[in-house]
């Protein structure tokens, strides 16, 4: 394994620059996800540490060793790809040893890590098969397993679970995280699943056109997002928002109505100062029916438009001087549309962005 060092990293078509000079250390064994919308640069990056993409300016180091112009077989990473990128006539095992077989290894060897490959990975059973044998999920366990038994300093994932169903997609992350447990080699993962990135990341690295909002553990960024864009992308449903104006220690909303400021971020805005209050739906529920209501709070009477039923929980739609706010109710309640119900908004969890910029006040 072996530390990934991108240092002012960018990439142009021509005129046009999709990577905007990124800096970025990747330590070894860690796990880093690439998180953003389509177009925001992730995969772009990817490919420019694999080799797959020229580097327009900038470094990429792998293991200490500037990579800029080595060819991918010479940057000792392996990639896995959406598609799988399997031989259709090669069965399972052959499909593992490949890449061991062009690189000259003996037959012993090959046979040996395409063993250990099958046992982590659950697939000695199915050696003799042939892809079009294998469920979705097997398959990309293979298209990993081809990657494993190169023994690589690093493996890249470029959104390998897309063409999955939801419950392959739950499982299948389970498979990626246990893998990295056991082999602890530094991995590189691109999604533009929010949810991926929570569970499996080490750390997250929020992209948005060609440039990095935001690095940190998941929780850092769920709980701390630096500006407007992480808030509403990381974390489902997103974020609330709500714009109001500094007035007297406290929010002013559009209608008049007012939510004390966050205590923690009391003396962070000016009076007069527009700011927009963001507060996630786990973090206002109908009195009483929260997952905590320890702390400082504020309490608004607000009517119910509509009422998603999800189990023990129900996702509740009501409105906040005009803007819609989604809020979570817990526990076996129904509640319908046009019930008048006392919402309790958790202050201590609560954010404040500024509004001409979108930062965090915390990070101001």
Same mark, same amino acid.
């Not at 044998?133 to 038994?149: D, F, H, K, T, Y």
């Not at 060609?210 to 709980?223: A, D, K, L």
């Given at each position: 394994?072996?530390?990934?060092?991108?240092?002012?990293?960018?990439?142009?078509?021509?005129?046009?620059?999709? @990577?905007?000079?990124?800096?970025?250390?990747?330590?070894?064994?860690?796990?880093?996800?690439? @998180?953003?919308?389509?177009?925001?640069?992730?995969?772009?990056? %990817?490919?420019?540490?694999?080799?797959?993409?020229?580097?327009?300016?900038?470094?990429?180091?792998?293991? =200490? /060793?500037?990579? *800029?112009?080595?060819?991918? !077989?010479?940057?000792?990473?392996?990639?896995?790809?959406?598609?799988?990128?399997?031989?259709?006539?090669?069965?399972?095992?052959? *499909?593992?040893?490949?890449?061991?077989?062009?690189?000259?290894?003996?037959?012993?060897?090959?046979?040996?890590?395409?063993?250990?490959? #099958?046992?982590?990975? =659950?697939?000695?059973?199915? +050696?003799? !098969?042939?892809?079009?044998?294998?469920?979705?999920?097997?398959?990309? $366990?293979? #298209?990993?397993? $081809?990657?494993?038994? /190169?023994?690589?300093?690093?493996? %890249?994932?470029?959104?390998?679970?897309?063409?999955?169903?939801?419950?392959?997609?739950?499982?299948? /992350?389970?498979?990626?995280?246990?893998?990295?447990?056991?082999?602890?080699?530094?991995?590189?993962?691109?999604?533009?699943?929010?949810?991926?990135?929570?569970?499996?990341?080490?750390?997250?690295?929020?992209?948005?056109?060609?440039?990095?909002?935001? @690095?940190?553990?998941?929780?850092?960024?769920?709980?701390?997002?630096?500006?407007?864009?992480?808030?509403?992308?990381?974390?489902?449903?997103?974020?609330?928002?709500?714009?109001?104006?500094?007035?007297?220690? #406290?929010?002013?909303?559009?209608? &008049?109505? #007012?939510?004390?400021?966050?205590? !923690?971020?009391?003396? $962070?805005?000016?009076?007069?100062?527009?700011?927009?209050?963001?507060?996630?739906?786990?973090?206002?529920?109908? @009195?009483?029916?929260?997952?905590?209501?320890?702390?400082? &709070?504020?309490?608004?009477?607000?009517?119910?438009?509509?009422?998603?039923?999800?189990?023990?929980?129900?996702?509740?739609?009501? $409105?906040?001087? =005009?803007?819609?706010?989604?809020?979570?109710?817990? =526990?076996?309640? +129904?509640?319908?549309?046009?019930? !008048?119900?006392?919402?309790?908004?958790?202050?201590?969890?609560?954010?404040?962005?500024?509004?001409?910029?979108?930062?965090?006040?915390?990070?101001?």
């Amino acid at each position: 394994m072996a530390e990934i060092t991108l240092t002012g990293v960018e990439k142009r078509y021509g005129a046009l620059r999709v @990577v905007h000079g990124i800096d970025l250390t990747i330590a070894q064994g860690e796990f880093v996800v690439l @998180v953003g919308p389509s177009g925001c640069g992730k995969s772009t990056t %990817l490919r420019m540490i694999a080799g797959l993409e020229d580097i327009s300016g900038g470094q990429v180091r792998i293991g =200490g /060793r500037v990579v *800029n112009d080595l060819p991918p !077989r010479k940057r000792n990473i392996s990639m896995v790809f959406q598609n799988y990128a399997l031989y259709p006539h090669m069965n399972v095992r052959d *499909n593992l040893g490949f890449g061991l077989k062009i690189a000259g290894q003996t037959p012993d060897m090959i046979a040996k890590r395409v063993d250990e490959a #099958a046992q982590i990975l =659950g697939l000695a059973d199915l +050696l003799d !098969r042939t892809p079009a044998e294998l469920s979705g999920g097997q398959r990309q $366990r293979v #298209a990993m397993g $081809r990657a494993i038994v /190169r023994h690589p300093d690093a493996f %890249l994932f470029d959104e390998p679970l897309s063409n999955l169903d939801a419950k392959l997609r739950g499982q299948m /992350r389970a498979e990626i995280k246990k893998l990295h447990q056991q082999v602890k080699t530094t991995v590189v993962y691109v999604t533009h699943d929010q949810v991926e990135a929570m569970t499996l990341a080490d750390r997250i690295v929020v992209m948005r056109d060609g440039q990095i909002e935001q @690095v940190g553990t998941p929780m850092q960024v769920f709980n701390h997002p630096a500006n407007i864009f992480v808030a509403t992308f990381i974390g489902s449903p997103p974020m609330n928002l709500l714009p109001g104006t500094i007035s007297g220690g #406290a929010v002013r909303l559009a209608d &008049g109505s #007012a939510v004390p400021v966050p205590p !923690r971020l009391t003396g $962070r805005a000016a009076e007069g100062q527009a700011v927009t209050l963001g507060i996630r739906a786990d973090d206002i529920s109908p @009195v009483g029916h929260g997952l905590s209501q320890d702390g400082p &709070g504020a309490e608004l009477d607000l009517s119910v438009v509509l009422a998603e039923p999800l189990g023990m929980e129900s996702l509740i739609y009501t $409105r906040v001087a =005009g803007q819609e706010v989604q809020a979570k109710l817990y =526990g076996p309640r +129904l509640v319908n549309p046009g019930d !008048r119900l006392t919402f309790r908004l958790a202050l201590d969890r609560a954010h404040l962005f500024d509004a001409a910029s979108g930062r965090s006040l915390e990070a101001i």
